[in-house]
């Protein structure tokens, strides 16, 4: 499997479009077949994702797009033949989830351009792609298209060259994937919110974590980004605090059934995601370490990243699992129709999350442990999900509220974080033989004890700057 990160423009050729002349070298015109693969009810494309055949006299590849931010991620897989590849599917199933996948459009495209170039370095590929639309081999639709996809360059020289077309007379375009033409325009996403008031705001915040679940899904998989796992992972706690903050306007037991069943899932996330924060730690903490513990922190950083890849195995596993689709097919039901029960103001459920916080506080010895701490962490967390989604409805307290809890659950997470790499340092360090490895082990602990120590420091100043937001 190939990876990269996709970053382009679409433009429209205007009727007076110019001629640029761009240094760089001709790209030879050729034609590209695409067959392009989703489910009947086009789950891939609602969830902004492209599946396609490309083929062309001298390859025939797999190409998969999946949806990052401001860019895109471009896999791509050899084609042996027209069968969606196993390693495809396994990484699609969230979406798919067993449904096959089948064609649903197919475009030919003539393309010819430039590889514009600075210095004799590659920037970007410029071209003018005219695309026929087919159906049973016949043309049902033509348009043309320029894209400014990035190689080698930077941001600047795309917004350059986009500049540089649109002064030539191109028109700027935000058209979607090609594909999504042949489909008759891009399927809508998400889930159609007829609720009102609160319960309109409760529902939109659960159908956007559960998207947001959904899109992080297939980077989790791919285990080649941390922050896809980490959103992944924050998009299943979102979904339960917000189950627990609208207790008021939800059946409680469909709700905290719900909640279970993601428990799971959030579970089944946790060990590679601690392995993740671990070991950025220690990449930055060695830099601190003398000559000798450094070589040493080498021994530590290649045991952690044997465990993520054995914890990376057991994830995918797991999500591969019956549970795991049976989960999201619970999820994705719940947030089409959620079950209301009852009517009430969000600002209840961050009440009541800051009493139990409060609750905790209180009880609290002069040295808190531990678990008591992460015991505050997760009621404060909650409450800030909680506050963050009172503040989608325009509470403009509880967004005051959600600032502060963010910053105090920032400081219990570091105190967490330190918690659980000090216990998986020690576990590391059994299994390590060399004396430096030892000794590099015990000198990054001391600095997740200082961490931990600097953490601590700061809890009471942080709580109460929280307090004094309370609803």
């Known amino acids: 499997m190939k990876a990269a990160a996709e970053r382009e423009v679409k433009l429209r050729p205007g009727p007076g479009l110019r001629r640029v002349e761009l240094d760089g070298r001709p790209i030879a015109a050729r034609t590209l077949t695409s067959i392009y693969h989703d489910t009947d009810d086009l789950r891939l494309a609602r969830a902004g994702i ?15 797009k999946l ?3 401001a860019a895109r991620a471009e896999l791509e897989w050899p084609a042996p033949s027209r069968r969606v590849p196993r390693e495809v599917k396994a990484l699609l199933v969230a979406h798919h989830r067993g449904r096959p996948l089948v064609t649903v459009a197919t475009l030919r495209t003539e393309r010819s351009g430039v590889v514009v170039t600075d210095g004799g370095v590659d920037i970007a590929e410029v071209v003018d792609d005219r695309v026929d639309v087919l159906a049973d081999d016949a043309v049902v639709d033509r348009f043309e298209e320029i894209e400014v996809e990035l190689v080698g360059g930077d941001q600047d020289d795309l917004e350059r060259l986009e500049r540089l077309l649109i002064e030539a007379g191109a028109r700027a375009s935000d058209a979607p994937p090609k594909v999504f033409r042949a489909l008759g325009g891009r399927p809508r996403s998400g889930v159609k919110v007829k609720a009102k008031g609160a319960r309109r705001v409760l ?34 706690r979102r979904l339960r605090a917000q189950l627990r903050a609208g207790r008021p306007l939800l059946d409680r037991t469909w709700a905290d059934d719900l909640r279970d069943a993601l428990k799971r899932v959030g579970r089944t996330l946790a060990p590679a995601r601690d392995l993740d924060v671990l070991i950025a ?12 513990e450094r ?3 080498a021994g530590v950083l290649e045991a952690l990243h044997a465990r993520r890849a ?20 619970r999820v994705e039901t719940a947030v089409a129709d959620p079950r209301f029960a009852g009517s009430g103001s969000l600002r209840r459920g961050v009440r009541r999350e800051h009493r139990r916080a409060r609750k905790i506080v209180r009880t609290l010895p002069g040295r808190p442990t531990d678990a008591q701490l992460h015991a505050l962490r997760r009621a404060v967390r909650n409450g800030r999900y909680a506050a963050e989604l009172a503040a989608a409805g ?5 967004r005051r509220y959600a600032k502060r809890a963010k910053a105090l659950q920032g400081v219990l997470g570091e105190h967490q974080d330190a918690v659980v790499a000090t216990a ?31 953490a601590r420091d700061r809890v009471a100043g942080c709580w109460k700057r929280l307090e004094a937001r309370a609803l």
């Open 50 to 64: 492209t599946l396609r055949l490309r083929l062309s006299d001298d390859e025939a590849v797999w190409q998969l």
């Open 67 to 69: 949806p990052r931010d």
């Open 203 to 236: 529902a939109r915040g659960l159908a956007e974590q559960y998207a947001e679940l959904l899109a992080r899904d297939p980077g989790t998989r791919l285990g080649t980004d941390p922050e896809e796992l980490h959103d992944h992972r924050s998009a299943v």
């Open 281 to 292: 730690q220690i990449d930055e903490d060695r830099k601190r370490l003398p000559a000798r």
């Open 295 to 297: 070589r040493g922190a």
């Open 310 to 329: 054995r914890a990376q195995g057991e994830l995918l596993a797991d999500l591969s699992e019956p549970w795991y689709v049976s989960t999201l097919n």
């Open 394 to 398: 325009g509470d403009r307290k509880a």
């Open 424 to 454: 998986m340092l020690a576990a590391v360090d059994q299994e390590l033989s060399r004396p430096a490895a030892h000794d590099a082990c015990a000198a990054l602990a001391e600095i997740q004890a200082e961490r931990r120590t600097a």
